[in-house]
């Protein structure tokens, strides 16, 4: 499998390339985020490793044009940035997992493999979610309750998914960590509950029946109580 790397600090890359090549896994590098873009569009690549403050193009920008030219593709954000803000805004722009400087080597592989089994997955036969008068179009990536239109990010998205695939079920906040956010360990914050009182805000707020519930002690459910 083929990785793109987009790091400025060309001894931090040179290191993670030569660790990938060690693994098995053909690699390229990136200094700036022109560059990276004009390698994307050239080539096909499994997975980017984006670091996130970079010339050219912001890491966040760049992230965003990666995934619209290959949404499919995981984006590895990678950065000394490592404020629950600053993992928000990159999740918000695409990545799908996001690890911080300095870190071992040894994790940015766990990572890395975690994130290319998605390329080996069937694609999903169902093509939309039903729960009540919510509905999510998984081919348009649109949510509707009722007769509302939901606006939601990429993430959000991602987690109202999840929970409808689960309806019913308890969900802990490490099971969401580890289903949404392709990782299991801790991130130090508290940012799956961040993301699920995003969500309550725009798929509950206003409507008489609730669906997202908090089980005290144990996470979360999904459904109509």
């Not at 990938?20 to 490793?49: C, M, P, V």
Request: glycine content about 6%; charged content about 30%.
């Amino acid at each position: 499998m083929k990785i793109l790397i987009v790091e400025d600090e060309p001894k931090v890359a040179s290191f993670i390339k030569k660790g990938l090549e060690e693994n098995h896994f053909e690699a390229d590098t990136a200094y700036d985020g022109l560059s990276a873009e004009k390698l994307a569009r050239q080539y096909k690549y499994d997975l980017y490793i984006l670091d996130l403050i970079i010339p050219g193009i912001s890491g966040l920008d760049l992230c965003r044009k990666l995934k619209v030219l290959n949404p499919n593709t995981p984006v590895l954000m990678l950065t000394a940035l490592g404020t629950t803000d600053d993992k928000l805004a990159g999740f918000d722009a695409g990545a799908d997992d996001y690890l911080v400087k300095p870190f071992e080597f040894r994790e940015l592989l766990a990572r890395v493999k975690v994130l290319l089994k998605k390329i080996n997955q069937p694609l999903e036969t169902v093509n939309r979610l039903v729960a009540g008068d919510l509905e999510l179009d998984l081919d348009k990536k649109t949510a509707r309750r009722g007769s509302t239109l939901i606006d939601l990010t990429a993430r959000e998205f991602s987690l109202l998914e999840y929970f409808m695939r689960n309806s019913g079920r308890v969900l802990s906040r490490n099971d969401i960590a580890e289903k949404v956010w392709d990782v299991n360990f801790d991130f130090g914050t508290n940012i799956v509950d961040v993301y699920v009182n995003f969500l309550r805000k725009k798929i509950d707020k206003g409507f008489d029946k609730k669906l997202i519930h908090t089980k005290i002690g144990f996470g979360y459910i999904f459904g109509e109580f």
